[in-house]
């Protein structure tokens, strides 16, 4: 009996642990609001948007709910958000090896995924400054570029935009010619210190271009807490894999790596 009593007790205390761990983000995040009451009112004062499911379906954006479909995304945003707290990270760069990969659909399913936990909020960057895609996925024009906004021309309150009630997209208008000049300028590195400060975000996401292609995420990572890998299981080689992990673990830490387009009759890399 003693032996019994002492399991029950040992299971109730865990479950007790359980329910604080939960309990204790949204009184934090009561807490935050409460000690700045401006928080809020700088949140609200973003430009609302939102998206059509089945635009959303078409660029397979699927975390908007719940579901089966939802589930392997919400998995990666889990750990991910787990591993950076134990870290004490909050800036994400999502990046890949080569174009195709998939890294902004991965970045828009985190985003949303991230939504749908009320007690948090993110802000989502476009810096892929190349070839932006942010606005295509979500088939809305934003008020003003995200390079107009890393300048200085605009502030971010009027360039951002906002979907439901903790989401906060920084998206691009056009495509830049040159944009490692913005990327590698300390003025960027600034701005984005500024909007952390002034809207105090749980997780900054940065899609960024492929490393392989030119020098952009190169340029930018010095800025990122951490990065995500993505590659493509039928596209991606492993030789490219592996310089590209080599390329970004040289400016910041590498979370993990997700493999895309896996095939169960496909090797995971081509071989080169």
């Known amino acids: 009996m003693e032996k019994l009593q002492a399991a029950i007790d040992k299971a109730r205390l865990s479950r007790n642990e359980h329910s604080a761990v939960q309990t204790a983000e949204p009184i934090a995040q009561r807490s935050r609001e409460k000690s700045n009451p401006r928080l809020l009112d700088r949140w609200q004062a973003l430009t ?18 719940a579901g089966k479909t939802a589930t392997p995304f919400d998995i990666l945003r889990t750990k991910s958000l787990l591993q950076m707290r134990q870290n004490g990270w909050k800036r994400l760069a999502i990046t890949s090896p080569m174009p195709g990969s998939g890294k902004t659909t991965m970045a828009c ?5 991230l939504g749908r936990q009320r007690d948090l909020r993110s802000i989502l960057f476009d810096l892929d400054l190349r070839d932006p895609s942010l606005r295509d996925f979500f088939g809305v024009e934003p008020p003003h570029g995200i390079s107009d906004m890393l300048t200085g021309t605009v502030p971010f309150e009027d ?11 920084s998206m691009a208008q056009r495509a830049e010619t040159d944009p490692t000049r913005i990327l590698l300028a300390e003025e960027t590195a600034g701005k984005l210190d500024a909007i952390q400060a002034a809207y105090e975000p749980d997780l900054m996401l940065f899609d ?65």
């Open 48 to 65: 609302p948007f939102d998206v059509q499911e089945k635009h959303l379906s078409q660029n397979r954006v699927v975390t908007r709910s």
């Open 159 to 169: 360039q951002a935009m906002r979907y439901g009630e903790n989401v906060a997209v």
């Open 208 to 272: 960024l271009p492929s490393v392989l292609v030119n020098d952009d995420t190169r340029a930018f990572l010095k800025n990122a807490d951490c990065a995500l890998i993505v590659v493509r299981a039928d596209t991606t080689s492993y030789t490219q894999f592996e310089t590209c992990k080599r390329e970004v673990a040289e400016h910041t830490n590498v979370l993990g790596v997700v493999l895309n387009g896996y095939r169960h009759d496909k090797r995971s890399f081509s071989a080169t």
């Open 109 to 113: 399913n985190i985003a949303l995924g």
